[in-house]
């Protein structure tokens, strides 16, 4: 199959649009117009994850961290670093990175914390986007009705909650003489014509509005396709970062902290405790994958007895304190889980598509750090 093949099914679960301002996401290195057979799946690019690619004829790396963050101001051999850039392109390896969009989509990073630990999602933490709805009403021959049907379903449109390929259709009239310069599927130049036509109305999120009209276009009869598109003041789909939840029944927090670190199989954890607030009992946690320092201020407005994220700074940390928040802070590593879920619902796609490409997770340790 070909890669390109592969990443519009990817991107139909996790899309590019849901990744926050600035991030990355996307491919970064080599083109996804060649065929793949393996695909390997790791949180970071390192050079010796590259190795561990080249060594297993990786043909595409999907990753959780982007490769490539800040400019590259050089694309040298003697820094290990750009060196392992050149070893990609080399060895024709492309490069794939899905960063906060795997974070923010629903049954995505921070849902599968919860789930290891057992949390309720109750609600994401902070608002990253909202998705108005738009209508699509066209009108076919009745004769393309169903081709024009399969075709918008296909591209995306006419999902409405656990319901796919959902349209309307009514059948009419319609009317119309083609002019000189005219190539008219039906009918003569200069002349009236009427054609029993089907109008199909479906409902589409405003993200996906190119694809659903390039298909219609594609899959219409006519030159000219008569069609609407209207924007819509129903509820948008509202997306957002992190998780906020509650466990079964409340904990001590000696005890969850011991769970966090058993369920991540951490030899160590770093904790920030409010100074001068009595020990209580945690049921309410708030979550966040990464370095997810900047967003303490939603879980305290959330009411979270607990917010877990990584990379906690040490000036934060006091901010933390000073709000009378508790903050288990397990590292930024525990995304490696991405891993193995991936591999999973890659493997679910093969099935479901009949594909003929391997998914290989990356066994390669990539947390720099170690607790002595």
């Known amino acids: 199959m070909l890669a390109k093949d592969f990443i519009k099914r990817f991107e139909a679960y996790c899309p590019l649009w849901l990744a926050e301002k600035g991030d990355p996401v996307g491919l970064h290195i080599g083109t996804l117009d060649k065929p793949i057979k393996k695909v390997m799946m790791t949180l970071d690019v390192r050079p010796e994850v590259v190795q561990e690619a080249i060594e297993k004829d990786i043909d595409l790396i999907i990753a959780k961290h982007p490769p490539i963050f800040r400019p590259i101001e050089r694309l040298t051999a003697t820094n290990p670093q750009t060196k392992m850039y050149l070893e990609l392109v080399k060895h024709d390896i492309a490069v794939y990175a899905a960063h906060t969009n795997m974070d923010i989509i629903p049954d995505g990073l921070n849902d599968w914390f919860c789930e290891m630990l057992q949390i309720e999602v109750a609600d994401f933490m902070t608002e990253t986007h909202q998705v108005k709805f738009k209508k699509l009403i066209v009108y076919v021959p009745i004769e393309a009705a169903a081709k024009m049907r399969q075709a918008l379903g296909e591209a995306g449109a006419g999902e409405q909650g656990n319901y ?37 109305e479906v409902l589409l999120p405003e993200t996906i509005e190119g694809q659903v009209l390039k298909a219609m276009y594609e899959t219409h009869p006519y030159e000219e396709p008569a069609f609407d598109l209207i924007s819509l003041d129903n509820e948008p789909i509202k997306y957002g970062i992190g998780r906020v939840g509650k466990l079964a ?124």
């Open 164 to 200: 796919q390929f959902t349209s309307f259709q009514s059948v009419g009239m319609g009317r119309f003489i083609p002019t000189a310069g005219a190539k008219p599927a039906i009918g003569n130049i200069g002349e009236k014509e009427s054609v029993q036509e089907a109008k199909i």
């Open 249 to 372: 029944q409340p904990m001590a927090l000696e005890d969850f902290t011991q769970k966090v670190k058993e369920v991540f199989e951490l030899d160590g954890l770093r904790l920030v405790e409010p100074v001068f607030q009595p020990k209580k009992m945690i049921q309410k946690i708030a979550i966040c994958g990464g370095s997810g320092g900047n967003f303490y201020p939603d879980a305290i407005k959330k009411g979270a007895d607990v917010y877990i994220t990584g990379d906690v700074y040490y000036h934060t940390a006091h901010d933390m304190q000073a709000n009378g928040l508790t903050v288990i802070d397990p590292g930024h590593n525990i995304e490696r889980v991405c891993i193995p879920r991936f591999i999973e619902k890659m493997n679910q796609w093969k099935k479901e598509e009949n594909w003929e490409v391997e998914f290989i997770p990356s066994t390669t340790n990539t947390n720099p750090f170690q607790y002595l």
